[in-house]
């Protein structure tokens, strides 16, 4: 099969030869306005009767930039393998891939999922409620516990961000996240306040020895783990995690602190962190992850939101301006920067360089 590259290529004779079953007829409308890749909803009328195929499915393409394309298609092979080779053997929850097919060099690709709806998407702007935040980091420890400390991972070809341990990727990264943090700051000007100014400059100069901070202490990670990525029922009872191009291998906890720094107000953050990390820790303890006690995975939880920072900065810097994206990225940057001044990240690690 062809991997279709626009909406127009999303067609019955396509749909029906993947899924092996007559299709008559198909229609397709957008889902969201993703920047890195393209969502679309395809109702499906089946040429013998619906069966038991679904009625509607969710399809992930490519950008419609060609140059988005190219920069993210590192992204697109990370999100492919973790279809096809990871979900089976962890527990965090996400859509049911019926077929995926990505080219050689990751520009062009295709996942055919489940339709997730009712549910619908975090708002990142305006925060979660605490019931959101719960879901979020008891299914977070579905991808951690069954992937910790499990050095078959190191294997996979798509890992996006320096594995634990690598110095010199660590050290290139670290160089990255300078430039980006500048270029972050020059784009946004005189909206980012001096003292989150300087606690971004401060924090992303640290970040190759952040890196290399207990690195025997790692498992697979989710990248960009925030709630624009989460969808939840209309009951808030479950949540499902899209968007895997940025999965790699970390400290587990970075997740866990970018997630809250960035997605809850700082308020309710400061209020409900102690909490949450309880939560987490739990249910990581359930799935078996052995001799973690709850006063090392606060410390994780300190040390890993510089995470916040260093993603939004890498994600804004060098990604078009938006109105929207502007307006979160000053809510994220705002958020992340506050967290990283109250948790005393900075000095966490540095004392990591004593």
């Known amino acids: 099969m ?28 957008a889902i969201g306005t993703g920047q890195t890749g393209a969502t679309y909803r395809v109702a499906a009328t089946y040429a013998g009767g619906p069966g038991d195929a679904p009625a509607t499915f969710a399809v992930k393409l490519p950008a ?5 394309r190219e920069r993210v298609a590192l992204g697109y092979l990370s999100e492919v393998e973790f279809y096809s ?6 527990a965090i929850p996400v859509p049911g891939c019926f077929y995926s097919e990505i080219s050689s060099d990751g520009a062009d690709f295709v996942l055919l999922m489940a339709d ?38 190191f ?9 634990p341990g690598d110095a010199e990727a660590a050290k290139g990264l670290g160089d990255v996240a300078v430039m980006a943090a500048d270029i972050t700051l020059d784009k946004l000007g005189g909206k980012v306040s001096d003292e989150d100014r300087v606690t971004l400059t401060t924090s992303m100069a640290l970040v190759s020895p952040w890196l290399m901070a207990e690195p025997e202490r790692f498992s697979l990670m989710h990248g960009d783990y925030r709630l624009d990525n989460l969808l939840f029922d209309p009951e808030r009872t479950r949540v499902t995690v899209v968007d895997w ?25 400061a ?76 000095e966490l690690v540095r004392s990591y360089q004593a």
């Not at 080779?85 to 962890?90: A, D, E, M, R």
């Not at 605490?130 to 516990?145: D, I, M, P, Q, R």
């Not at 294997?155 to 594995?163: E, G, H, R, T, Y």
């Open 271 to 346: 209020g409900l962190e102690r909490d949450l990390v309880q939560r987490y820790h739990r249910a990581l303890v359930g799935y078996g992850v052995p001799d973690y006690d709850l006063q090392t995975c606060w410390q994780d939880y300190r040390l890993g939101v510089l995470q916040a920072p260093l993603l939004t900065t890498l994600g804004y810097a060098f990604a078009a301006s938006t109105e929207r994206g502007d307006e979160m990225i000053l809510t994220m940057l705002h958020r992340g920067c506050r967290a990283i001044r109250e948790l005393d990240a900075i």
């Open 2 to 29: 062809t991997i279709p590259c626009k909406p127009e290529d999303l067609t019955a004779d396509w749909l029906g030869g993947v899924l092996g079953t007559p299709v008559a007829s198909v229609e397709v409308t």
């Open 155 to 163: 294997d996979l070809p798509s890992i996006v961000m320096p594995k």
């Open 85 to 90: 080779t990871v979900t089976t053997q962890v």
């Open 64 to 68: 419609q930039d060609d140059a988005v």
């Open 116 to 153: 997730m709806a009712p549910a619908v998407q975090g708002d990142q702007i305006a925060g979660c409620t605490t019931a959101e935040a719960s879901l979020a980091v008891e299914a977070l420890a579905g991808l951690h516990g069954p992937s910790w400390g499990d050095r078959r991972w």
């Open 245 to 269: 191009q940025t999965i790699g291998l970390g400290l587990p906890a970075r997740d866990l602190a970018y997630f809250t720094a960035t997605s809850l107000r700082p308020d309710d953050r």
